[in-house]
């Protein structure tokens, strides 16, 4: 399998709809985007969203963010789905060494991510790609 990865530019239907097809394999709670909001996405000078593709196929997708506090550059990672079809074939590896080597490049300190429990074949990748555990808490404030 030649998976491609490359960071999405365009907000075209293609786009789209591969980005809606990937959602509900991520999370069932999740609602899928219309084209102002991937605008918005693709229009932010720190957040950058990557495919995994082969040939024509997106076999899945990531979201890295990077951002500047005065302890350093931090990169943090969101919304990483496989495709169904495409699991267990290296794609989310290949997905999260590219975002790793992006975060590195920019100077970032460390790259976090979170993981539901639930998400066991997930969870291993990121130990397996050496992601530890933080002993820290969690905080959500709901907005809205």
Same mark, same amino acid.
């Given at each position: ?11 075209? *239907?293609? @786009? ?14 999740? =609602? ?11 229009? =932010? ?8 593709? *082969? ?7 990531? @979201? ?13 990672? *969101? ?53 530890? @555990? ?11």
């Amino acid at each position: 399998m030649m998976i491609d990865i490359f960071e999405v530019s365009a907000a075209d *239907e293609k @786009t789209l709809r591969a980005i809606n097809n990937l959602i509900p394999q991520l999370s069932q709670s999740a =609602s899928i985007i219309n084209e102002a909001y991937l605008c918005k996405i693709l229009e =932010s000078d720190r957040t950058k969203l990557f495919f995994a593709q *082969e040939k024509d196929k997106v076999l899945g997708m990531l @979201t890295l963010v990077l951002f500047s506090i005065p302890t350093g550059t931090k990169a943090w990672v *969101e919304d990483v789905v496989v495709d169904q079809s495409a699991r267990g074939k290296g794609v989310g590896v290949t997905l999260m060494n590219h975002a790793v080597g992006v975060a590195e490049n920019c100077g970032a300190m460390s790259v976090d991510l979170t993981s539901r429990p639930s998400r066991e074949a997930a969870n291993q990748l990121y130990k397996k790609l050496g992601f530890r @555990t933080r002993e820290t808490n969690v905080y959500r404030f709901k907005c809205n």
